[in-house]
């Protein structure tokens, strides 16, 4: 079964400072990856997503993200982090070619300290 | 409206009650999908819609869980006989279609607590 790993379950970073997000899958084939952001009392939403093409990918609010099929990676950086930033972000993936079901990871909870 | 509208957006119900939760999606959006976000479980799939039918269901943890949708636009998600471990966020979504062409767009979700 595909399965998501997010290593890092709360990360603090000073305003300013760069920021990496780690994601790890688990699929046989190509995936469709995903990064949502939570903010508190709100909805999932986009910041990016892969299906094809050139594996680094730009996203909203000045998010990137990188796919590397050789570590089964999809991390998301910024490289410079706001206050506004401060969230709970999650790393999904289309599960078993089904085209419509998001696999999820457990999230990982960012604090940006000024 | 604009994006995809739940109610209500907060819900206290007694264990033994039914619940029912409701999804607007965005206009013309095809496809419907309930997630339950819960602090051990993380989120998880619970169905997916499309139209008005479901070809997916298996993600509905027991037969007290059920959703139905009509006129291929608002859809329910009814909780019967409600158990303290159903406490969690039901949060709803839509897509013009499936995945790899269309982006998911998320409400804000159903904060159910069972006391």
Redesign the interface.
């Known amino acids: 079964a595909q399965s998501v790993t997010q290593p890092d379950i709360h990360i603090t970073v000073s305003e300013g400072a760069s920021l990496e997000l780690r994601c790890n899958y688990s699929y046989g084939a190509t995936p469709?990856l995903f990064w949502?952001v939570q903010s508190p009392?709100?909805?999932?939403?986009?910041l990016l997503?892969y299906?094809s093409g050139d594996t680094l990918v730009q996203g909203i609010k000045g998010f990137e993200a990188e796919f590397k099929r050789s570590q089964s990676s999809f991390n998301l950086r910024k490289p410079s982090v706001h206050w506004s930033d401060a969230a709970e972000y999650?790393c999904?993936v289309?599960?078993g070619g089904?085209?419509?079901?998001?696999?999820?990871?457990?999230?990982t909870l960012l604090t940006v300290n000024p | 409206g604009a994006g995809?509208s739940q109610s209500p957006s907060n819900k206290v119900t007694e264990k033994g009650k039914d619940v029912e939760l409701r999804c607007d999606p965005i206009s013309g959006h095809t496809?419907l999908?309930w997630?339950r976000q819960s602090l051990g479980q993380?989120?998880e799939?619970l169905i997916?819609f499309?139209g008005n039918s479901a070809p997916?269901k298996s993600g509905l943890p027991s037969d007290r869980f059920s959703a139905e949708r009509t006129g291929g636009s608002v859809s329910t998600l009814t909780i019967q006989r409600t158990q303290q471990e159903d406490s969690a966020v039901y949060?709803c979504?839509s897509s013009g279609g499936?995945?790899?062409g269309n982006?998911?767009?998320?409400?804000?979700?159903s904060w159910l607590t069972v006391v």
């Open positions: 469709y949502y009392g709100q909805g999932l939403q986009l997503k299906f999650f999904a289309v599960s089904s085209n419509y079901k998001l696999t999820f990871g457990k999230g | 995809v496809a999908y997630y993380g989120l799939f997916y499309q997916d949060l979504a499936q995945i790899s982006t998911i767009y998320f409400g804000e979700g």
